[in-house]
């Protein structure tokens, strides 16, 4: 027969009744259910639950490869000349920058330090190689050096005998260093200037006098200096 079930569930096989927390064999389910039913419902299968979560990862990537690809397919093309314009202004990278130097010979080159006599006072001309060049045509020779980070001209002038120009004397009697007067050209119009030639040994400064002593020589056989 069947009998009623107690708080914890009816103990008959058969009885219909269910406990509080259900009865072992009935039909009926507890709170928390029986082996077929529960309060939160039947457990999901674990096939089901990777399918679920797999799915969104899976159209996202889908739809990265295919943002890619219309990227790819959507390149636009670069501009290189436009119909009926023309740069004013042209950017081609010449093989060699011309110096004014290309039609002389260097007859003497020496990294030295240049001054100038203005408002009675030395001033720091530049640091450079200071040159004597004779050009391949007429045979004169000039002075001149460039300032090594600017490359602009500091003292360019021709080396000539003509008193009181060009007549190398050591300055307060250092052995490193000679003064001397000239016409110089360096900032285009020619002016009388006072000039002093610092080197770093007094070996360098006696073979500097050597080649402008030379340079004068040669420049006495130009019929324009003779």
């Not at 010449?94 to 203005?118: A, C, H, I, N, P």
């Amino acid at each position: 027969a069947a009998s009623g079930g107690g708080l914890f569930g009816g103990g008959a096989a058969g009885g219909g009744g269910g406990g509080l927390f259900g009865g072992s064999t009935g039909a009926s389910t507890g709170l928390f259910g029986t082996s077929t039913g529960n309060l939160f419902g039947s457990a999901p299968s674990s096939g089901s639950t990777l399918a679920a979560a797999s799915a969104p990862a899976a159209a996202a990537v889908a739809g990265a490869e295919g943002g890619e690809g219309e990227e790819e397919n959507n390149v636009e093309e670069e501009v290189t000349v436009i119909p009926g314009w023309e740069a004013s202004v042209s950017l081609d990278v010449k093989d060699m920058v011309e110096t004014g130097e290309e039609g002389e010979e260097e007859l003497y080159s020496q990294r030295s330090k240049l001054y100038r006599f203005r408002d009675g006072e030395w001033k720091e001309r530049g640091l450079g190689e200071a040159k004597l060049l004779k050009h391949k045509e007429t045979g004169k020779v000039r002075f001149m050096l460039r300032q090594e980070k600017t490359m602009k001209i500091q003292a360019n002038h021709y080396v000539v005998a003509v008193p009181p120009y060009c007549d190398l004397q050591p300055n307060a009697g250092s052995e490193k260093c000679w003064v001397w007067l000239a016409q110089d050209c360096a900032e285009e119009q020619a002016s009388h200037e006072r000039l002093a030639l610092k080197f770093g040994t007094t070996e360098l400064a006696q073979k500097f006098k050597e080649a402008f002593d030379n340079a004068k020589e040669l420049n006495m056989k130009v019929p324009e200096f003779a």
